[in-house]
């Protein structure tokens, strides 16, 4: 990637702003904190489920707004409301305080998602770039797997006693470096292509739209992509802590193992430029769902062993840093300029509504055991792998 560019410099902030934006210390133990405060699986994944209704209100007209008045307006709404929900889980007691807490979070990353792909598009396109990427994605998106090497042993050291006090101070914590991000933000420059445009909302939606309907590939791709995240990314992070927990793990080991997964994690999303140099995009999709699967089908046959939930971590982990850059790359060759964010907005809702049936089925499994949960994940993620997508003609 060229030196002293607008992309570069973008770049380099979004990979900032992900690292701060992601100094979230009661992650390692946030099932935990949920149990503590009186939810049950069931409720979690309710809480999971007013996340996806948030960011189904607000795909839309957020995406809209990057496209009107460019990302780095949209990342700083976003940032400003990721704030305020993440403080009110400090006074959370009662459901709805959690459920509008996940509502606003979903929101909250509405104003990012589409944005964040369009700016680094775009940024890349000024310099000739764009086949980079998945690259840049992967640049950006290893920044949370550098955190997660000293966040979740902090974290899970400082919440050793599942005590109160050491929630709040979480909490506190992961408020003040959002506060950083947004900061970090404020220094991020729109592509001279990006914002300004003037159609009307109406009118732009339905380009967005008529973008999709003719080139359906898009949407195949988003569907494969979607039906593997959910199941082996979202709905298994909620529960990995109790399962580790249950297999004999001590709590302050919970750090540790996010730490060592998070390694893997970082390797794998500075490395997809040397993986897509052996395999073609569209083959590593498909590796990487088979492993996911698998993975999930493993879990669920052996999931009171601590050694098999070890290994779906780091497997589930390096599924989550290479299949949505990949995924980005091959969408963003095809998605007009003009409503990039838009267009990504759209396929996101139906992402939204996804997230809502898939959540709702697993929530109805739940009380059955983790056995029928995931076999259930598993199966939903093999319907998304077999999806055929296939790249851009050049």
């Not at 959910?230 to 109790?242: G, R, Y």
């Not at 750090?255 to 590593?284: C, D, E, H, P």
């Not at 009171?304 to 060759?333: C, E, G």
Request: hydrophobic residues 55%; aromatic residues 14%; proline residues 3%.
């Amino acid at each position: 990637m060229k030196r002293n560019t607008l992309a570069s410099y973008n770049i380099q902030l979004l990979f900032w702003a992900e690292i701060f934006g992601n100094f979230r210390f009661i992650q390692p133990v946030l099932t935990l904190f949920y149990f503590a405060r009186g939810l049950d699986e069931t409720m979690i994944l309710f809480v999971m489920t007013f996340f996806s209704i948030g960011v189904l209100f607000g795909e839309i007209p957020t995406g809209v707004i990057a496209d009107r008045f460019g990302a780095k307006q949209a990342f700083l709404i976003g940032s400003v409301l990721s704030i305020f929900s993440h403080a009110i889980l400090i006074f959370a007691f009662d459901p709805w305080v959690f459920f509008a807490s996940s509502f606003l979070t979903g929101f909250a990353a509405t104003f990012f998602s589409g944005a964040d792909e369009a700016l680094v598009y775009e940024s890349l396109k000024e310099s000739n770039e764009e086949n980079l990427m998945d690259r840049a994605m992967g640049q950006i998106g290893s920044a949370r797997f550098i955190v997660s090497i000293f966040v979740v042993i902090i974290g899970a050291f400082l919440a050793r006693d599942l005590d109160e006090s050491q929630f709040r101070l979480l909490l506190m914590l992961g408020v003040f470096f959002m506060v950083i991000q947004f900061v970090v933000l404020l220094f991020v420059k729109n592509p001279s292509n990006q914002g300004g445009i003037r159609t009307p909302m109406v009118k732009q939606v339905i380009e967005g739209y008529q973008a999709i309907r003719k080139t359906p590939q898009v949407l195949w791709m988003f569907i494969n992509i979607s039906l593997v995240f959910i199941p082996a990314v979202a709905i298994f992070e909620k529960f990995d802590q109790k399962l580790l927990v249950d297999a004999g793990l001590p709590v302050y080991g919970i750090g540790v193992v996010y730490a060592v997964t998070a390694i893997f994690g970082f390797v794998a999303a500075r490395s997809i430029g040397w993986m897509t140099k052996w395999v073609t995009r569209v083959q590593l999709l498909f590796i990487t769902g088979i492993l996911a699967v698998l993975s999930l089908t493993a879990t669920a046959l052996l999931h009171t062993h601590l050694w098999m939930v070890l290994l779906a971590l780091i497997f589930l982990k390096l599924v989550s840093a290479i299949r949505y850059p990949v995924y980005s790359q091959l969408a963003n060759d095809i998605i007009p300029s003009n409503v990039r964010a838009t267009t990504i907005s759209l396929l996101s809702i139906l992402d939204s509504l996804f997230d809502l049936v898939i959540f709702m089925t697993v929530s109805g499994i739940a009380p059955f055991g983790f056995m029928p949960m995931f076999f259930v994940c598993a199966g939903i993620a093999l319907i998304g792998t077999l999806i055929p997508i296939r790249q851009a003609s050049t």
